[in-house]
């Protein structure tokens, strides 16, 4: 499998996708993260980088997901919002479940509003639906539908074995 290649594939599965914590707001548009490959302080962010940005771009894909290496002398992350207003949060010197719990009080959704778009976004009941669990078992039961073959044979026009079959 060409995804379990490289360092901590583990990263690329679902159900660590699926892991994430951070629901970012729907007024943020933009998240980037600033931090140097080497030094003791982006020590954090460089795991936060590593191991949770995938999650976030996968549980907030209309939330552009930007970092850039290397061109500051402590690490940030600044969040971009659609008003035009941007929020800087420091995370020199933090550990990355330090910056991911510091972040989801600050630009995460609430439990709360976790929960009632979960119940939102749960199935509705249809009334077009028809199979297993749902109020009608078939089509035949919907008005205007052909009733099925087993209680009313089809026209033998509407058959494939004598309409391919027909002799001239």
């Known amino acids: 499998m060409p995804f379990m290649k490289g360092r901590a594939p583990i990263r690329r599965t679902l159900e660590y996708l699926n892991a994430g914590q951070l629901m970012l707001k729907d007024k943020v548009k933009i998240f980037s993260v600033n931090y140097n490959t080497y030094g003791e302080h982006h020590e954090g962010a460089r ?3 590593f191991w949770n940005i995938p999650q976030i771009q996968y549980k907030n894909p209309k939330v552009q997901v930007v970092t850039f290496k290397n061109m500051t002398p402590s ?3 600044r969040c971009y919002f659609e008003s035009g207003k941007q929020m800087l949060v420091d995370i020199d010197s933090k550990n990355r479940h330090e910056i991911l719990q510091h972040l989801t009080t600050v630009v995460g959704k609430s439990a709360e509003t976790l929960q009632a778009e979960a119940k939102l976004a749960e199935k ?4 077009a639906n028809f199979g297993v669990g749902c109020v009608k078992h078939c089509i035949c039961e919907i008005p205007g539908q052909l009733p099925c073959p087993g209680v009313v044979p089809v026209p033998k026009h509407m058959r494939g074995k004598y309409k391919y079959q027909q002799k001239d």
């Open 47 to 49: 795991d936060f980088v």
């Open 75 to 77: 690490p940030f992350i």
């Open 124 to 127: 509705k009941d249809n009334p």
